[in-house]
Antibody
């Protein structure tokens, strides 16, 4: 069974940093591209980043480019999102998702999400 | 960025009756490979999103056949042939043609 379990969320002050983790199991992690998507509570979904299966290429939404870094450790079956210079508007539930490895960047499995709150 | 719109934003439904959601993109989502890079997701109350339809019209594994996707280019439709109570939630379309991948605002379906 495919499982994605996010962790690392919490309360952080504006300007602070946080690293999210997404532990993957039930599939060969190293053969799948991965995504991060966020959602302000009660609002819609916003894609923020994607990484190739070997980590050799990454993509970001403009809203996080230069502040967030996606990475992965295939030996540990874990995806990361390093978030720096956090702002109040980064407050959201952060989901990791598996890219279906088809023709398009379809996200076929999602984690349960981890809440990040940026507030003083 | 490609802008995604959905209509309606709120859809009251009756169990056993059909339902339809429209999704439009600001750019053509038809890739040169012949696939439309448009997916549909459902987020049930209190849950993470789940994949329903990918590449415009392909039903994801385990998705009931009452769900179907159609359309091409800039206009897409998700149809539920006979709504069931478990289908309530927010439906999102997402374009995957170019980064940043963008979602529609969501359509809230309730009984």
């Amino acid at each position: 069974e495919v499982q994605l379990v996010e962790s690392g969320g919490g309360l952080v002050q504006p300007g602070g940093s946080l690293r999210l983790s997404c532990a993957a199991s039930g599939f060969t992690f190293s053969t799948y591209w991965m995504h991060w998507v966020r959602q302000v509570p009660g609002k819609g979904l916003v894609w923020i980043s994607r990484i190739k299966k070997d980590g050799s290429d990454t993509w970001y939404a403009d809203s996080v480019k230069g502040r967030f870094t996606i990475s992965r450790d295939n030996a540990k079956n874990t995806l990361y999102l390093q978030m720096n210079s956090l702002r109040a508007e980064d407050t959201a539930v952060y989901y990791c998702g598996r890219d279906a490895a088809g023709a398009g960047p379809t996200i076929d499995f999602w984690g349960q999400g981890t809440l990040v709150t940026v507030s003083s | 960025d490609i802008v995604m719109t959905q209509s309606p934003l709120s859809l009251p439904v009756t169990p056993g009756e059909p339902a339809s959601i429209s999704c439009r993109s600001s750019q053509n989502l038809l890739h040169t490979n012949g696939y439309n890079y448009l997916d549909w997701y459902l987020q049930k109350p209190g849950q993470s999103p789940q994949l329903l339809i990918y590449l415009g019209s392909h039903r994801a594994s385990g998705v009931p056949d009452r769900f179907s996707g159609s359309g091409s280019g800039t206009d897409f439709t998700l149809e539920i042939s006979r709504v069931e109570a478990e289908d309530v939630g927010v439906y999102y379309c997402m374009q995957g043609l170019q980064t940043p991948f963008t979602f529609g605002p969501g359509t809230k379906v309730d009984i």
